[in-house]
């Protein structure tokens, strides 16, 4: 696990405190915390401390402690008394997106999964920070024809003292990250807070977008989270058919090897030269992601490079827990951007 390092002196010798919901491994904590090294470039310290957090997942609670230290709650937040939870200025967390995701049927609010929201709300409620900030799926902006986001920004506006509250779509390449990452944040500042949040001017577009060839190089050298799985002949054949940044659509109908009736990210490799397309966090055969220049699957150190975490940020857990963990985690290097740009609020 990587030092703490110091923050810098003209910052406020305290931290800023940071209460993270659904935290999974902790992503969207190292963005507003910074303190990273990416691809050879240095992510300052922000101010921003996580002093608790909370997640269902054991095992990505595991990793969480190795990074950030034992101040992440795991279990069901149902079971979570709010009153118990420590003072913060903000809250943040990736409430459960499957129920709004673009690629699976969606429920939206008509699910348990879809109403987890509204702890969120309720910790608001209670911890009244300065400012909250939630991530979730693009899809979310349509789910129930447009009632769910309507409803969530308006449970979150109404919450405590009252919050102006705006849901941002973001694509997380245009702010460092190796992949296409469509998301939306949904943003709330407290009524008596005087300056408005401004969304971080992008850094890139497709002119010059992180490539998946520039993240990728070097990844094979580090030791961590770096294993590969063993492919059946017939998937590496089928792979060996499609070119970088193609899909199963790649393969000819004619080929024993042809599929159809699928998702895009069916058999996708990637493209040395653009940003990896959404890599997800579970899925059968052929939903694995895949090396632009080898016939086989990504490792786990590959998928954490294209969401921008850093090579010394260690994944505990088996292959399959682990990609779950890092396909269902905020970006890092691309929610960095967004710390700076709470903290000119508060």
């Given at each position: 696990?990587?030092?703490?390092?110091?923050?810098?002196?003209?910052?406020?010798?305290?931290?800023?405190?940071?209460?993270?919901?659904?935290?999974?491994?902790?992503?969207?904590?190292?963005?507003?915390?910074?303190?990273?090294?990416?691809?050879g470039k240095r992510y300052p310290k922000t101010g921003f401390k996580t002093v608790w957090a909370n997640d269902i997942d054991p095992i990505a609670c595991?990793?969480?402690?190795?990074?950030?230290?034992?101040?992440?709650?795991?279990?069901?937040?149902?079971?979570?008394?709010?009153?118990?939870?420590?003072?913060?200025?903000?809250?943040?967390?990736?409430?459960?997106?499957?129920?709004?995701?673009?690629?699976?049927?969606?429920?939206?609010?008509?699910?348990?999964?879809?109403?987890?929201?509204?702890?969120?709300?309720?910790?608001?409620?209670?911890?009244?920070?300065?400012?909250?900030?939630?991530?979730?799926?693009?899809?979310?902006?349509?789910?129930?024809?447009?009632?769910?986001?309507?409803?969530?920004?308006?449970?979150?506006?109404?919450?405590?003292?009252?919050?102006?509250?705006?849901?941002?779509?973001?694509?997380?390449?245009?702010?460092?990250?190796?992949?296409?990452?469509?998301?939306?944040?949904?943003?709330?500042?407290r009524k008596d807070i005087k300056k408005d949040f401004v969304l971080p001017p992008s850094i890139y577009d497709s002119s010059n977008y992180i490539t998946?060839?520039?993240?990728?190089?070097?990844?094979?050298?580090?030791?961590?989270?770096?294993?590969?799985?063993?492919?059946?002949?017939?998937?590496?054949?089928?792979?060996?058919?499609?070119?970088?940044g193609g899909n199963f659509t790649s393969i000819p109908r004619e080929s024993p090897h042809y599929v159809k009736g699928m998702i895009s990210h069916v058999?996708?490799?990637?493209?040395?030269?653009?940003?990896?397309?959404?890599?997800?966090?579970?899925?059968?055969?052929?939903?694995?992601?895949?090396?632009?220049?080898?016939?086989?699957?990504?490792?786990?150190?590959?998928?954490?490079?294209?969401?921008?975490?850093?090579?010394?940020?260690?994944?505990?857990?088996?292959?399959?827990?682990?990609?779950?963990?890092?396909?269902?985690?905020?970006?890092?290097?691309?929610?960095?951007?967004?710390?700076?740009?709470?903290?000119?609020?508060?």
């Amino acid at each position: 696990m990587q030092k703490k390092e110091k923050a810098s002196s003209n910052q406020s010798q305290l931290p800023i405190p940071v209460v993270s919901l659904f935290s999974g491994c902790g992503g969207m904590d190292l963005g507003i915390e910074g303190g990273f090294t990416f691809l050879g470039k240095r992510y300052p310290k922000t101010g921003f401390k996580t002093v608790w957090a909370n997640d269902i997942d054991p095992i990505a609670c595991e990793t969480f402690k190795k990074w950030f230290g034992d101040v992440i709650v795991p279990g069901d937040i149902d079971d979570i008394d709010i009153k118990k939870i420590p003072k913060c200025e903000v809250v943040i967390g990736g409430f459960p997106c499957q129920d709004f995701s673009m690629i699976w049927k969606r429920g939206g609010l008509t699910t348990q999964r879809g109403n987890l929201y509204s702890y969120f709300v309720k910790v608001v409620m209670e911890k009244k920070p300065k400012v909250f900030i939630a991530e979730n799926v693009k899809g979310l902006l349509t789910a129930n024809g447009g009632k769910a986001i309507d409803r969530i920004v308006s449970d979150f506006s109404n919450a405590g003292p009252g919050y102006r509250t705006k849901p941002y779509p973001v694509n997380f390449a245009e702010y460092g990250t190796p992949q296409i990452r469509e998301r939306v944040l949904i943003v709330g500042i407290r009524k008596d807070i005087k300056k408005d949040f401004v969304l971080p001017p992008s850094i890139y577009d497709s002119s010059n977008y992180i490539t998946a060839k520039e993240a990728l190089t070097g990844a094979e050298d580090i030791k961590y989270n770096n294993e590969r799985q063993k492919l059946q002949q017939a998937t590496v054949e089928r792979l060996e058919l499609i070119p970088p940044g193609g899909n199963f659509t790649s393969i000819p109908r004619e080929s024993p090897h042809y599929v159809k009736g699928m998702i895009s990210h069916v058999y996708r490799r990637l493209h040395p030269d653009k940003p990896a397309t959404t890599i997800i966090a579970a899925g059968g055969g052929g939903t694995w992601g895949y090396h632009h220049d080898e016939p086989r699957s990504l490792t786990n150190r590959e998928r954490a490079r294209l969401f921008g975490y850093p090579d010394d940020f260690v994944f505990i857990g088996s292959i399959g827990e682990v990609r779950r963990q890092i396909g269902n985690s905020v970006p890092p290097v691309g929610f960095y951007p967004f710390a700076n740009a709470i903290k000119k609020v508060i």
